[in-house]
């Protein structure tokens, strides 16, 4: 969690969460953020802030204390320093969603009053994911058209977008503006957004504009009409010495060995500055070398916006790595899965039944219980493989992989293709062009994958549940490609001598995949199968486990039940045994312990033409998935490419080649390796095992119109309750329902689809006024059970006559209780109507739309056996 302390009287105090946020510009304060990883070990980054008021006291003594708190976490911590109006990034994301600094000191004295009197003020927004909000003085001189201001007043707040800013800044604004409304305003104020250069005589136009004492042009942006300059990295290393002397010692190409664990060293890439300490350096000398630094970037003149950080040996950052050549790749020592491991090793070696944890990857955030199809790519051609052989794949042949699976109230598709450690370069090219043909003749937005064998994830082994991997292919190509190099083709078949290795977690996820016919290929982890001319063995490792026996059991079956097998047990094993695979070698004996998970990161990608850069989001959550970008989220074992519908890449083809490209850079240097399995999901059709990074809401993700728009509607509309339970009534007569949901769907009369909000009108209860009419409109207890006076489920409800063109209230049944639905006449719905409804969220018309059409089909049905009563027709 965060704990944050500020100086005040030479002496840290504590405070309260309360206030955490709130700073003030004439103080120092020291932030400590703890995070746990997955892996158990803990992360500490300290962040020094610094007010633009703050005195040099002050200053130097957070700079001190934050060193000494780093001191006493380990030594391990990341130390950054802040300043204000230009902190980092990762200091801004702990405080969602902005900070707004105030004038003043911290005290804690009592009776101190830190708050200040309510004022009319000017605030620019930067940023289009965490915001710098800086106050500017409120004239008219101080907008301009790059950035996004905000005009808070005692009854109203002004949103002022400029022309120049982009629409991720305009929505980010929104978030301050709700932040002031909540915490200035007690929610109690009326929100104006003022668009830069449209004047259409709007009142909140009029009124904004007369607060800067009337309407003026603003100034033409200087720094628009030139050219971005391009980024230019300088990179020198200085070594600091005990007397706090600078020394370089390189430049631009840096190696590890350069830096020494008894000295102190200062990087200076221009934006930035790292202050590296060696392991073996004392307090005294990591204080002098932190103020040797501070006294060179004021001495040199930099702009206070380049950050300064500071690591010691072993908590080096991804970017501070990034400068060096082959940066070791080093694993942080996993004392508890390791322990784990060879604990219950010697256990079994010496006899006793030793129950494993169960693993967490086996928790089904899915439902597998969906339909598989498995075509075979074969150059220009795929062939759909029968329902018997499509669990059985060849590693010299490419295969693609769709499964359909019951999503939230429609079905979602997962395409993979799947490379063969064997298969050949134009077989997968051919696999990949074959999988969007398939893909773009499929309804919805498909995710898609790129796997490769070996590095499946286990999603693929719990879609296919049982799953065999034969050595050889029957691909052409690849048939050529072994005859060219004289290769002997050890495609199996029944009269081939093979060796299996049995692997899984449970039933549900078990794999046999056929390996050399050599003893190195035994690993005392695992059970086998050794099938000969004339006998079937079952090997079974010491430090196997019951459920490996299982699944042995059950994977001799798959591979053929009429085998009877000869078990033999890993020291016992006879001469025939090893005369097959070719004599005794020596083989791993040693607990094969799984690799941990990582905890993921997200990145937001910007390229341009032979370029590509990516910039990551810390402390991420669903928010940060605006629909203008792509996004990226690294979980080491595998990466999923995000793309919004508003952002300009348009294919996945061009999704996975970001997600290759991703995996080149390696931007947390962390040796991802190019077969690391790749997804491209489409904003809205997320599959489960990606939202579970997230607290999901599923509403925002079906939500329609950019990022400013959402967020101007989330702002505006408060008729959320209505709004959910309307999705609940319409979801299951929606056009893309589950077969279950179908069935749940049948009417009592037949028609197949329950009867929609419109099919039970009747005016049997009213006058001789047939036209639908409205009463006043009910308040927000819409949803609650039925009235005494209301009708039972399913019967007409009772509409009185109102002028024509307003809504009318309809009674429907669902579930238990009656539900009161407004429906309102199509022409005030539209967009462009002239006579909008108000009160209602733009961002939920598709609710509408699925009633209207509803509406639509019911009226059809009803007119297919008209009932005349004189002249009139019913």
Sequence with gaps: GLEIWCIEKFRLVPVPKSKHGKFFSGSAYVILNTVLHISGIPRHDIHYWLGNDANEEDTALASDKALELDATLGSHAVQYREVQGQETERFLSYFKPCIIPVEGVFST???????????????????????????????????NHSDVFVLDTASKIFLFSGCNSSIQERAKALEVVQYIKENKHSENCEIATIDDGKFVGDSDVGEFWSLFGGYAPIPRDLSSTGLEQPEISNVKLFWVSTQGKLC??????????????????MLDSDTELFVWMGRTTSITERKTSISAVEDFLRSQGRSVGTHLTFLAEGSETAIFRS??????????????????????????????????????????????????????????????????????????????????????????????????????????TDAISHMHAITNATKGEPVMAQIVEKREPTHFFLIFQRLIIFKGGMSTRYKSVIAEKGIADETYDDTRTALFRVQGTSANNMQAIQVDQVSSSLNSSYCYILKTKTSIF???????????????????????????????????????????????????????????SEDPHLFICAFTTGDFKVKEIFNFSQDDLTTEDVLVLDCHSEIYVWLGR???????????????????????????????????????YEPPFFTFFFEWDSSKANMLGNSFER????????????????????????????????????????????????SRFSDSHSSDNHHLSSPTPIPRHLFSGSSPDSVNAGSVANVPSAPSGNAAIVQVDQSEANINVLIYPYER????????????????????????????QNLLHSFKKPCFQGNELK
């Excluded at 004295?109 to 994911?129: A, F, I, M, N």
């Excluded at 309307?726 to 007569?733: E, F």
């Design 248 to 265: 370089q010692i390189g430049t631009d190409t840096l190696n590890k060995e350069m830096l020494d664990s008894n000295k102190c060293y």
């Design 538 to 596: 079952t090997w079974v490792g010491s430090l196997s486990s019951a459920i490996d026996h299982d699944l042995l059991d059950r994977m001799l079956d798959l591979l053929n039940s009429t085998w009877q097998p000869i078990l033999v047990r890993e020291g016992s094993e006879p001469d025939v045994f090893w005369n097959a695979l070719g004599g005794k070698a020596e083989y791993p004996r040693e607990k094969d312990i799984k690799g941990y």
């Design 323 to 428: 400068y060096f050549g082959d940066w070791p790749q080093t694993l942080e020592p996993k004392l508890y899965e390791e322990g784990r491991g060879k604990v219950a090793a010697i256990f079994k070696q010496h006899g006793y039944d030793v129950k494993e944890l169960p693993d967490e990857d086996d928790q089904q955030f899915m439902d597998f219980s969906g339909t598989l199809k498995v075509w075979r790519v074969n150059g220009h051609e795929v062939f759909l493989l029968p329902l018997a052989e499509q669990t059985k794949l060849f590693s010299g042949d490419c295969y693609i992989v769709q499964f359909i699976y019951p999503g939230d109230g429609r079905d979602e598709n997962l395409f993979y293709t799947w490379f063969g450690r064997r298969s050949v370069m134009a077989d997968r």
């Design 109 to 143: 004295e009592p009776g101190h009053v830190d708050s200040v009197k309510y004022q009319v003020t000017l605030l620019r927004c930067k940023g289009d994911r965490n915001v710098h909000v800086e106050e500017v003085p409120f004239i008219r001189s101080s907008l």
């Design 829 to 856: 719905l539209k967009v462009g109507s002239t006579d909008p409804v108000t009160g209602i969220d733009i961002t939920k018309r598709e609710v509408t739309a699925f009633l209207f059409v509803e509406i639509q």
């Design 711 to 758: 967020k101007l509607a989330m702002l505006k509309g408060k008729a959320q309750n209505l709004e959910k339970s309307l999705r609940s009534s319409w979801k299951a007569h929606s056009l893309e329902t589950t077969p279950d949901e179908r069935s749940r769907s049948l009417s009592v009369n037949g028609l197949g689809r329950s009867s929609s909000p419109a």
């Design 646 to 684: 508003h952002s300009h890449v348009e294919s996945k083809q061009q999704g996975l080649n970001l997600g290759m490209k991703f995996l080149e850079k390696d931007i947390l240097v962390e040796g991802l390796s190019s077969e690391t399995p790749v997804y491209v999901v489409t904003e809205g």
